[in-house]
């Protein structure tokens, strides 16, 4: 499908201050001069919603869930509002939107709502008349008229929604940085940007702590078939990193990224019975309390019992051990303890569904470098170590050199459709 039709989310350090703004709209008008239609999602000015929020925790320990998202959403409303005003005094005429004003209709989850539709009508008027339309992200409004936000980082989703309801051909989400890397910049020095991702490694990389995108963005991109561009706002010539659809004639590397994330804890629940059920009753606790656990882990049973132990995000934790210390009771366990000190190392690619060996190589890898391993889970794209925090950027910084990540990679040719199954 080709439309003329461009979206552009500009993230909250690329519209930090008015002279920001005013940067950003010199490329927004780049682009309306060069012919295209121009539809833009900004986030808040940097820092914006976190400052709202630390107001409202002053306040209250417990802010009302509809209050914030009020809240939220101004940041949008001023950073929106200045970048069309920038606009307009450049010559450029330009229309900014709230959520409701681009009818962003959401459930009514307040702070994490869902989006059920988009009623893009004003939006595509005003494009019509070959005005630039900006659109606050991070927020929308529910069947009873109430401002609702899609969580932190939520932009990223609207600028994928409106780009999917209007039928533009690109994505493009403009950042600091110059698109996603083969591993954190920060911790490794020597870390590559990709040219381009497929959907899959992408929405393993963001659930694995690549902070470039909201999760839910690049669902929505993949389940749309939304090709998204992840750039740099500050240097225009880089063409940053390509998010699409894998092509099956395209070499896969066997190893894209290593990723690491230190936000996780874990819980072992010891010797609790074996039977069934114990299992089901732990997990639905926890579930009731919508706290999503990662890592399972069960070992073999001795003597009738047996250990459990589950990760989840810090952030869960406090909340999940006074869980499980009254169900600990209750399944009549030995003891339920918990480590906070421990991170997830993860190595991603879409080339290791026909390539062996990869496991291997990250457990002699973190061998070699006497860093324990607790727990492995894998996917059929990933392989995922929890290990000790202290060991994360050693762990990193050998995964990424085992692997030669910071080379362009070597073409390897993909084993032919009938290739027997690798073990
Ligand atoms: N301003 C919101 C946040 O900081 C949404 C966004 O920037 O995407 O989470
Ligand atoms: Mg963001």
Do not use: W
């Amino acid at each position: 499908m080709s439309s003329n039709l461009i979206v552009q989310k500009y993230g909250g350090t690329s519209v930090g201050s008015v002279e920001k703004i005013r940067g950003v709209a010199k490329r927004i008008k780049k682009s309306r001069d060069a012919g295209k239609d121009v539809l833009v999602v900004v986030s808040a000015m940097a820092g914006e919603t976190d400052k709202l929020l630390n107001m409202a925790h002053e306040l209250s320990d417990l802010p009302e869930r509809r209050e914030i998202d009020l809240l939220l959403s101004s940041g949008e409303r001023i950073s929106s509002a200045l970048l069309s005003i920038a606009l307009h005094d450049m010559g450029c005429p330009a229309v900014a939107l709230t959520g409701r004003q681009m009818g962003l209709v959401t459930d009514n989850t307040h702070t994490r709502a869902r989006i059920k539709e988009i009623n893009a009508g004003r939006a595509s008027d005003i494009l019509k008349k070959n005005h630039v339309v900006v659109c606050a992200g991070f927020q929308g409004v529910n069947d009873m008229g109430d401002v609702t936000t899609l969580g932190r980082g939520g932009s990223d989703t609207s600028a994928v929604a409106l780009a999917v309801a209007l039928k533009a051909d690109l994505c493009e989400i403009y950042t600091d940085v110059k698109g996603v890397y083969t591993a954190d910049p920060r911790m490794v020095p020597n870390a590559r940007k990709l040219n381009m991702v497929s959907f899959e490694e992408m929405l393993e990389m963001a659930s694995l702590g690549a902070k470039v995108l909201q999760i839910r963005c690049v669902e929505f991109a993949n389940n749309f078939n939304m090709p998204l561009v992840v750039r740099s706002t500050f240097d225009e010539g880089d063409e940053g990193t390509r998010i699409c659809q894998e092509n099956p004639d395209m070499e896969q590397p066997v190893v894209s990224g290593v990723m690491y994330d230190k936000n996780q804890s874990k819980i072992t629940i010891k010797g609790v019975p074996d039977q069934p059920g114990i299992a089901a009753k732990i997990f639905n606790a926890l579930a009731e309390a919508s706290i999503s656990v990662d890592m399972i882990i069960q070992n073999v049973s001795a003597e009738g019992h047996t250990d459990i132990s589950f990760t989840l995000p810090n952030t869960n934790l406090q909340e999940a051990m006074s869980i499980m210390e009254k169900k600990g009771k209750e399944v009549q366990a030995e003891s339920v303890s918990s480590d906070s000190n421990i991170s997830k190392i993860s190595v991603v690619g879409a080339g290791m569904r026909s390539h062996s060996g990869v496991a291997a190589r990250i457990f002699s890898t973190l061998s070699n470098n006497k860093i324990n391993i607790m727990m492995i889970s894998t996917s059929e794209i990933r392989v995922s170590c929890v290990i000790d925090s202290k060991g994360t950027e050693q762990a990193v910084r050998a995964l990424h050199d085992e692997f030669k990540l910071e080379e362009e990679p070597v073409q390897v040719s993909q084993p032919a459709t009938d290739a027997s199954p690798t073990a």
